[in-house]
């Protein structure tokens, strides 16, 4: 089995390769920068020198890139079985404050990232009637929340990607599958959490973050399994399963919170 993983060398994604070259699987991990995509596979290798994997450095932006990356690791390691579309960037402040740039190089990354990931394994998948594609969203990707429009942006298009490639994929023997991690313990989320705005940091709240091996461990069984929707946790759940419904209350709950940062702000 070929697992393709986009952003494998770092968090989720890394997490997700250690687990499926324990369960000796061919995996292929694709980044933009070469050092942490080596760092991983010594890592690995120097657990076990009889996994198997190969590293790419693509940008998932760049399309022609991207599938020329992936055609060099399907050539290494056959056909693509399984791909992971993890790579994703985060980088909330609010509207007013965020350029465009900003804006824009969130939705490349995380939406057309995707896209493009998808695109380069897709056909290959249609022309053998197999195959699984993963999409990694976030919790961000089912609710709105303050301070990250952009992401929130990607992260709700991927679902509504997901959604409409699963029916289109079924007839042709492709799963997919699309996650919905909460706040998990990785790079981005180090990053991320010092720009968090406060109204955000109040809607959210101060649960712990998942350990990025405890949300890979819960996608690979996931998508074992064949599931669509991934939720890591009870809340990801509720949210995912009855979102709508809670909408108004869930809304006027976040404006509450936001107004009593404000207050605090200007007292
Ligand atoms: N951590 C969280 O709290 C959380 C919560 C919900 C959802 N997620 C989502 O989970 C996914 C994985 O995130 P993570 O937290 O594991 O982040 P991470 O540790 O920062 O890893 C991100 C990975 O994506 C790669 N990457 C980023 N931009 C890329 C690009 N343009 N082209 C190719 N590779 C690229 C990075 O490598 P290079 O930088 O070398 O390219 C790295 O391997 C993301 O889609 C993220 O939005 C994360």
Redesign the pocket.
């Known amino acids: 089995m070929h697992i393709i993983i ?10 997700i390769a250690k687990i499926e070259t324990q369960r000796e699987a061919k995996v292929s ?9 080596r760092g991983l596979r010594a890592q690995i290798l120097a657990r076990d020198p009889s996994a198997q994997i190969n590293t790419c ?6 399309a022609a890139a ?1 599938a020329s990356a992936i055609e060099t690791c399907e050539k290494a390691f056959g056909p693509c079985d399984r791909l992971i ?6 980088e909330p402040g609010e509207l007013i404050s965020q350029d465009l740039e900003t804006f824009r190089s969130q939705i ?3 939406l057309f ?2 896209v493009n990931a998808v695109r380069a394994v897709y056909s290959g998948m249609v022309q053998r009637q197999s195959g699984q594609i993963v999409i ?6 089912l609710i709105g929340i303050h301070g990250y429009t952009a ?1 929130c942006a ?2 709700h298009a991927l679902a509504g990607f997901a959604g409409a490639l699963r029916q289109e994929a079924k007839p042709n023997g492709i799963t997919v599958s699309i ?11 180090a ?2 959490l010092p720009l968090r705005p406060p109204a955000a940091a109040a809607i959210i709240g101060d649960a712990k ?2 350990p ?1 091996a405890q ?1 890979a461990r819960m996608i690979v069984r996931s998508a074992d399994r064949g599931r669509f929707e991934i939720y890591p946790g009870l809340k990801m759940a509720l949210l995912g399963r009855f979102g709508a419904l809670a909408a108004p209350v869930l809304r006027w709950y976040f404006d509450w919170k936001t107004a009593g940062v404000r207050r605090n702000q200007n007292d």
């Open positions: 986009t952003g494998g060398s770092s968090g989720i994604g890394a997490a991990i694709v980044g933009r920068r070469e050092e942490p995509l450095v693509a940008d998932v932006t760049d991207l579309a993890a790579a994703g960037i985060v490349e990354t995380n990232g995707t990694i969203s976030s919790g961000a990707g992401y990607s992260k996650c919905f991690p909460p706040d998990t313990e990785t790079q981005q989320l990053a991320e973050a998942w990025a949300v």
